[in-house]
């Protein structure tokens, strides 16, 4: 009776020592390209309808990351590890950054690429410029840039994504999954980008109640912008 206690004992630490090892060892054999979004440099807004679009810089970080997550065949780092990261390194929160900053940040987050661009709203039309970098030589392997009406903010993020796809030689994304991003990008209007903008900015500074009215509103009024339901939830139950 002793012997078979004993046994079961062992058989319990033995399983919780494999279970930890085992999630590093699924992590280690991950062979998937890694990216890493960094944050937009800050641009202007001129026009009758100029905004402050400082916010826009991690918004369209974070909505970037969300697309390009859309292809299985890409890791793409979180950017809560790429904030702190940058706070750390004392790289700042937005601005651009050279090919051999960018190619560190990339090393230290164990990413193959980087993108790093920023973006400009002129008279009512918006250009975005970005750039992938090659980590390992801190080359830049691809420019885009795509100009479109400031309304299109959305749909202007899924093109750069796709061309990001392409530029890194992934498999592109399957049609339905592609069908399903252009209608959201159709669906999604400037305005829901700029809240969700907004609260993305005071949620990591900390205000999470001026956060939490933000993604309240665009649950309520711009629905098809999911990202903001899940932060609320996230926010509510303290993760």
């Known amino acids: 009776m002793i012997k078979t206690h004993r046994r079961a004992a062992w058989l319990l630490l033995l399983s919780l020592l494999w279970v930890p090892s085992t999630a590093r060892a699924q992590e280690a054999t991950d062979t998937r390209p890694g990216i890493a979004v960094l944050p937009f440099a800050q641009g202007v807004s001129?026009?009758?309808?100029?905004?402050?679009?400082?916010?826009?810089?991690?918004?369209?970080?974070q909505i970037m990351i969300t697309e390009l997550a859309q292809n299985a065949d890409l890791r793409v780092v979180d950017r809560a590890v790429l904030r702190d990261l940058m706070a750390e390194q004392d790289l700042g929160a937005t601005g651009r950054v050279d090919g051999e900053t960018a190619a560190r940040i990339g090393k230290l987050v164990g990413a193959r690429y980087v993108f790093t661009g920023g973006f400009n709203d002129i008279e009512g039309v918006f250009r975005l410029d970005g750039r992938?970098?090659?980590?390992?030589?801190?080359?830049?392997?691809?420019?885009?840039?795509?100009?479109?009406?400031?309304?299109?903010?959305?749909?202007?993020?899924?093109?750069?994504?796709?061309?990001?796809?392409?530029?890194?030689?992934?498999?592109?994304?399957?049609?339905?999954?592609?069908?399903?991003?252009?209608?959201?990008?159709?669906?999604?209007?400037?305005?829901?980008?700029?809240?969700?903008?907004?609260?993305?900015?005071f949620q990591d500074r900390g205000q999470t109640d001026r956060a939490k009215e933000l993604y309240r509103r665009i649950t309520d009024e711009f629905p098809r912008l999911t990202e903001a339901r899940e932060a609320l939830r996230q926010i509510e139950q303290g993760g």
């Open 132 to 201: 992938v970098v090659d980590v390992e030589t801190s080359e830049v392997i691809r420019a885009e840039q795509v100009t479109d009406q400031r309304e299109r903010l959305y749909g202007i993020i899924v093109d750069v994504s796709n061309r990001v796809m392409n530029a890194v030689n992934l498999p592109p994304l399957t049609p339905a999954v592609r069908t399903e991003r252009q209608s959201r990008a159709t669906a999604i209007p400037r305005e829901a980008v700029i809240l969700y903008s907004q609260a993305q900015f």
């Open 46 to 61: 001129t026009g009758a309808e100029r905004q402050d679009l400082a916010a826009l810089s991690i918004g369209l970080q």
